[in-house]
């Protein structure tokens, strides 16, 4: 009798708990403890009046990576605009990069979205920022944990010699001698971030998401006859030549 009455329990006790009940822990996304960081370092078109496009670019790009699987907990995003609800200054957004990369230390991902010069990025009213200033904040921030840097800003190629590591990937929107497109008052991003949020819905990893933000620069800069494209340029380092594979985006199963 005792042996019928454990067996019925352990039916009822199935019955009782369904199957997505006994599924709902899921396990932790391959960007948990990942630093991440947007940042939208101007905010004027190229006559110095005030645009939107990079702020818009940064609201959707945290949306993006959110919906990709980075954590908001290790997330952090802002604008240098002065006229914003709850304006920074460089040196609050490094002091906030560098306390997010103390709790998130598993992985880095740095996206600066802003215009660019031959020789530096703007970042906000602070001196503008050379590849030898990006590489020493990287440093600072993600040291030797693997690390992914997108820079959206004319020239932005001339960021890449300095940032290549063995741990790093870099994607910019530019080659060192070409501008990149779309910042202007009537558009809604400017191109190269248009193009990365329109990619990453689709994209299973970050080689996925620069090869079809890649493509679709290309298409629009064929749709608008540019004369000399932007050139977005593309390394990665041996490390993580093998590990960006396994650095899957979290997607729907159906």
């Given at each position: 009798m005792g042996r019928?009455?454990?067996?019925?329990?352990?039916?009822?006790?199935?019955?009782?708990?369904?199957?997505?009940?006994?599924?709902?822990?899921?396990?932790?996304?391959?960007?948990e403890g990942w630093t991440s960081a947007?940042?939208?370092?101007?905010?004027?078109?190229g006559r110095g009046?005030?645009?939107?496009?990079?702020?818009?670019?940064?609201?959707?790009?945290?949306?993006?990576?959110?919906?990709?699987?980075?954590?908001r907990?290790?997330?952090?995003?802002?604008?240098?605009?002065?006229?914003?609800?709850?304006?920074?200054?460089?040196?609050?957004?490094?002091?906030?990069l560098y306390d997010a990369a103390a709790?998130?230390?598993?992985?880095?991902?740095?996206?600066?979205?802003?215009?660019?010069?031959?020789?530096?990025?703007?970042?906000?009213?602070?001196?503008?920022?050379?590849p030898d200033m990006m590489v020493n904040i990287v440093r600072r921030a993600c040291g030797a944990r693997?690390?992914?840097v997108i820079v959206s800003a004319c020239y932005s190629g001339i960021f890449v010699n300095a940032l290549a590591a063995p741990n790093r990937m870099v994607l910019t929107a530019a080659s060192r001698e070409r501008t990149s497109f779309g910042c202007g008052a009537d558009e809604t991003y400017p191109w190269f971030d248009g193009c990365v949020i329109e990619a990453l819905p689709a994209?299973?990893?970050f080689l996925a998401l620069a090869a079809g933000a890649r493509a679709c620069v290309?298409?629009?800069?064929?749709?608008?006859?540019?004369?000399?494209?932007?050139?977005?340029q593309l390394f990665v380092g041996s490390e993580m030549q093998l590990r960006l594979p396994t650095l899957r985006f979290n997607r729907p199963t159906g």
């Open positions: 019928v009455f454990v067996f019925v329990l352990a039916i009822w006790i199935a019955m009782a708990c369904p199957a997505g009940a006994q599924t709902s822990r899921t396990p932790p996304g391959r960007f947007i940042i939208a370092a101007d905010w004027r078109d009046r005030p645009i939107q496009a990079f702020d818009n670019a940064r609201r959707d790009l945290v949306k993006g990576f959110l919906n990709a699987g980075f954590p907990a290790t997330m952090v995003d802002y604008s240098l605009r002065p006229d914003a609800a709850n304006p920074a200054t460089a040196q609050t957004v490094l002091d906030g709790r998130g230390s598993a992985g880095c991902l740095l996206y600066f979205t802003s215009h660019g010069a031959p020789t530096a990025m703007v970042f906000g009213d602070a001196p503008r920022m050379t693997p690390t992914v994209a299973t990893d290309s298409r629009k800069e064929a749709e608008r006859a540019v004369a000399l494209p932007s050139e977005p």
